[in-house]
């Protein structure tokens, strides 16, 4: 089809939805490494992980051989409201940038949570209110997964109790009234309202907090009470398998018009959009059915994936949960105070560290200030104002975009948009005052960092 | 067709979308009053408006005669990457009520600017830059319109100045962070920038500021520089005109499926929305073709169409800006400072004035704590925060629904959802914390107001 016919954004109807999730983990050859009990350094059983995460969840999570999952139809309901997503034909970047090159992006912020989030919450709201559980606990950093979580429990009828990032927690007001608007009770970490908080409080009386720890709190919360399951926005299996509802949608819309992206571009965090986006067209390169350059972005602040180490590694400060193995750059790595939005996670689920190590995915690292000025330029034109963790891979496809020009390839960029900057005005005001800064921690501080790691038995 | 085929939401192709705007007064047996120049007391002239306004959006504010008017095609490209809106089935409201009413709302929400706005900044905007100006000034009250106009200015190279109301610049830094990152200045009003700021000041000096205050200010920054004019985001015909991309969206999506609302509803505060919303349908009334029952919503604090007037008034505060016949409570009106959101403007646009006049609108007015109240509840159920403005229209709404639920009465329900609420976190905060509190004007006020009416030669 010519490019002439392709709309500014591809929409599916109802009836094109995906009705399954994908779990690439099936056609992968070599698999993940298992997840670790850390006392025994033995396999976790679904046993052991079903005291802390719903049964549902848990098969999911270790299921290494299902293909496809079916999504069930209070779900699928649910989506409707806020999907299909739209496949954007980026006309205006590419005229702006002057580049022969296709660009396309799929976005996921058109929902009041403003991001994928939502995608993986209804998921796990309903899987807990099927097991007949009174509520979950989490924790959210920029709070977009808090805010998702408040709305999949609120439409399900599940008590919600958050743990925030203390700094968030702090500036970001907005987002916490947003959970409350929707019912959920938000406390700022580390807490008193848990043993690992009064102990980190304890030692670190000023901390900002960070997402390791809230971790460690909300799990603690949830096996403490009766009917409560811990829930977790990212980084595992599970949220990576419901986001591939992204890139399961983008592709049917790219199949649509006969448009084959040759470089698929998501920032990458936790993992878990990246994966959903990209893992559709890794299962076919899995499958010797087509090849994609597939770009994963990272802060330059928080480099797990170009800096850190493939080792297993504890995915809280407290040490609570399963050891995972993944890039990472250890569980004590504080990203610097100046690193705004989110990404900023020691780690990387497992199934992305794999496939990166497998080369099947390469990696690039961005310093902010560069960030900004691509989610500025983007924002102008495009008419929407992005997050600043979705702008990371903004940057990338803008610098692939101008690399077209120079050399003539009419390359097709396919990138992940996962959501809006309309929370996070702080940064953006700090960026036009021009008050922000660039921090790259130096090998000193990563190899303290790693020097943490556990050892395995 | 059967009700089970329609879709969560209905979206448009490219190609359905309109091309055309509708101009409800060509189809007006009695038109609305003439805007009159405060000095003669005469009709203003073409020339006189162009003072001000650009020359092609003087032509359409004094268009009584073409029904339709082209979209240029720049304007239909820029629409595109944000438009069509989604026509919504609210099967989860209608479920949460127990309603046999099948309930839609038109969602505008979907774009950076948070709303409607866009629709008409665009417009605007676009022929200020084909008129060859340098900028445009503008006066915002919560932000909306600002932000809209920023981001068309930005897409247009135009200069953007925006006088923002001061309690709402003091209030919403996140929106003026907004309108900066699209590269407008953006002034606290009134302000010490323009004789008519300096003026209130003095006179007031504690003052909160208001949009009629406002608008002062931008209307005298656009005639005292050179290549300016000032563009306004409500109340005029011209902005009505443009809105009218709404309603007719809206009976495409519901025509495709066969479906005819009983009723339409919408919040009015300037009523371009609303007028563009209902206009379409209202022309099939005043063609005989059909029949609807429209209701416009306003605040109980800020009555202009239930309590006021209809009388030739002021535009402003400062008094600079043509005589409009409207329903009003006089210029000097000033809402309450309890009161949450847009919808705070003294008067109402004179075409929806008349449709009132004529008794083709019904009007009601709801109170604050009640409008949020509604907020909440669809939040909860339609996974979309509103705005404080468009939660007037839900509340009316789900009072209908409620009502047909004790009739039995299967009626078809549409309403205007113009806007997410994500920037009015401090009202949904409050009355989060059970601190928002009602106010109603009572009649000694509203005579003192309309007391300062102006006298027509």
Redesign the interface.
């Known amino acids: 089809m010519s490019n002439e016919k392709i709309?500014?954004?591809i929409?599916l109807?109802?009836s094109e939805l995906p009705k399954q999730w994908y779990n690439v983990r099936a056609d992968m050859k070599k698999k993940p490494a298992p997840l670790l009990n850390p006392g025994t350094g033995k396999p976790v059983t679904a046993e052991e992980l079903e005291h802390v995460f719903c049964k549902e969840l848990v098969k999911q999570e270790l299921d290494e051989t299902n293909a496809y999952i079916d999504i069930p139809e209070e779900i699928l309901?649910?989506y409707?409201?806020?999907r299909p997503s739209p496949l954007?034909r980026a006309?205006?970047l590419e005229k702006a940038l002057g580049t022969p090159a296709k660009i396309y992006y799929k976005f996921e912020g058109?929902?009041?949570s403003?991001s994928h989030k939502?995608n993986s919450a209804i998921a796990q709201a309903y899987y807990a209110k099927q097991q007949g559980l009174k509520g979950v606990t989490t924790e959210t950093g920029a709070g977009q997964w808090g805010t998702a979580l408040s709305?999949a429990c609120?439409?399900f009828g599940l008590d919600c109790q958050v743990y925030m990032v203390k700094v968030s927690y702090e500036q970001k007001?907005?987002r916490r009234?947003?959970m409350?608007?929707?019912?959920a009770s938000v406390t700022p970490s580390p807490s008193n309202t848990t043993e690992v908080g009064r102990k980190i409080l304890a030692e670190f009386p000023d901390t900002n907090g960070s997402l390791g720890c809230a971790i460690s709190e909300a799990v603690e919360a949830a096996t403490s009470q009766e009917g409560y399951r811990y829930v977790l926005g990212s980084v595992l299996s599970q949220v990576l398998i419901h986001q591939t509802v992204i890139g399961l949608e983008s592709k049917i819309a790219m199949d649509k018009y006969g448009i084959k992206p040759d470089m698929i571009i998501g920032c990458a965090g936790g993992g878990s959009n990246l994966g959903g986006l990209v893992s559709p067209f890794i299962g076919e390169m899995l499958r010797g059915e087509a090849n994609y350059q597939v770009i994963a972005v990272e802060p330059a602040s928080c480099p797990s994936l170009t800096r850190g180490k493939y080792a297993y590694d504890f995915c809280d400060t407290g040490k609570v949960c399963p050891l995972a193995k993944m890039y990472t750059l250890g569980s004590g790595f504080m990203p610097s105070p100046n690193h705004a939005g989110g990404l900023r996670y020691h780690g990387m689920s497992s199934i992305l560290s794999e496939l990166y190590d497998q080369g099947l995915i390469e990696a690039r690292s961005v310093e902010q200030t560069s960030v900004f000025e691509a989610a500025?330029k983007f924002?102008?034109?495009?008419?929407?104002?992005p997050a600043p963790e979705s702008s990371h891979a903004i940057r990338v496809a803008i610098d692939e975009a101008l690399r077209c020009k120079e050399t003539g390839e009419e390359k097709t960029i396919l990138f992940g948009l996962t959501g809006?900057g309309?929370?996070d005005?702080?940064a953006?005001?700090a960026?036009?005052d021009g008050k922000m800064s660039d921090y790259i921690p130096t090998d000193e501080e990563i190899a303290k960092s790693l020097s943490s790691l556990p050892e395995i038995k």
């Open positions: 709309p500014y954004k929409y109807e109802e309901s649910f409707k409201m806020y954007v006309y205006c058109n929902n009041t403003g939502l709305m609120s439409y007001p907005f009234e947003v409350r608007t929707y019912g500025e924002a102008r034109v495009e008419g929407i104002l809006t309309y929370f005005m702080y953006y005001g960026y036009n």
